[in-house]
């Protein structure tokens, strides 16, 4: 397996464009995660999906952030509109959920840069 | 929710030296306790882990323990190398949930 294949590597843009970052999960796997990691704040949790289904967007900062999954070998997160504070590096993971353990395995991630 | 709290941020030391990082968690429900490795410019990849019904676990240098009662684990890493050096987060569950809550991270710097 190639692994979490996640797309673009990198991505610059202006604020106020729409941006969407996609993510191929392990074949197999039943979870998927976005996270997004800056400096300041860290690996932070944006949603999750079970089985395609999302199961907690709490993460998300707020209407402008979106996710999707509509199967199990897909997904995307969309921003719209950017800022600049949106400019972090965002991971897709996905994982075999099985009880009392949750092996995550981290796309290479997409690095966002809203000027 | 989950709270996880990581210590120290930056941790510097000399090869060959023993290092320890700290984590604590709120969710006394929480009962899986990874440790992730990240090295600079690269992703988060898992290098051990331990369960709730363990209190120590080790693989080669590495080791976690675990103290439930007070809520706390710990990586440990011995007879370190300059290739160590990476953030290394620790994670616990999301309150409820099957959603992985990191730490803020350590920065481990081993010189030679």
């Known amino acids: 397996d190639a692994g979490v294949i996640q797309s673009p590597r990198h991505e610059v843009t202006e604020m106020g464009q729409e941006v969407t970052l996609r993510c191929k999960p392990i074949?197999?796997?039943?979870?998927l995660f976005w996270y997004r990691q800056t400096m300041m704040r860290g690996l932070e949790l944006l949603i999750y999906?079970?089985?395609?289904?999302?199961?907690?967007d709490s993460g998300m900062p707020e209407d402008r952030f979106s996710a999707k999954m509509p199967n199990a070998s897909f997904s995307t997160l969309k921003i719209q509109p950017s800022e600049p504070r949106d400019s972090a590096v965002y991971f897709c993971?996905?994982?075999?959920?099985?009880?009392?353990?949750?092996?995550?395995?981290f796309g290479a991630g997409s690095r966002l840069t809203v000027l | 929710g989950e709270n996880v709290e990581q210590h120290p941020s930056t941790l510097s030391v000399q090869e060959g030296d023993s290092a320890v990082i700290k984590c604590t968690y709120s969710?006394?429900?929480?009962?899986?306790f990874p440790w992730y490795k990240q090295e600079l410019g690269k992703r988060p990849q898992l290098i051990i882990d331990?369960?709730?019904?363990?209190g120590e676990k080790k693989d080669q240098r590495i080791a976690v323990t675990l103290n439930k009662t007070a809520k706390h684990f710990s990586l440990h890493i011995t007879e370190t190398q300059p290739e160590d050096s990476a953030v290394y987060f620790c994670?616990?569950?999301?309150?409820?949930?099957?959603?992985?809550?990191f730490g803020k991270g350590t920065t481990l710097s081993v010189s030679s």
């Open positions: 969710d006394s429900a929480s009962n899986y």
């Open positions: 994670a616990a569950f999301r309150q409820a949930g099957t959603a992985l809550i």
């Open positions: 331990i369960r709730s019904n363990v």
């Open positions: 993971a996905s994982s075999l959920w099985s009880s009392g353990a949750n092996v995550l395995t």
């Open positions: 999906f079970n089985n395609n289904v999302p199961i907690d």
């Open positions: 074949s197999g796997h039943n979870s």
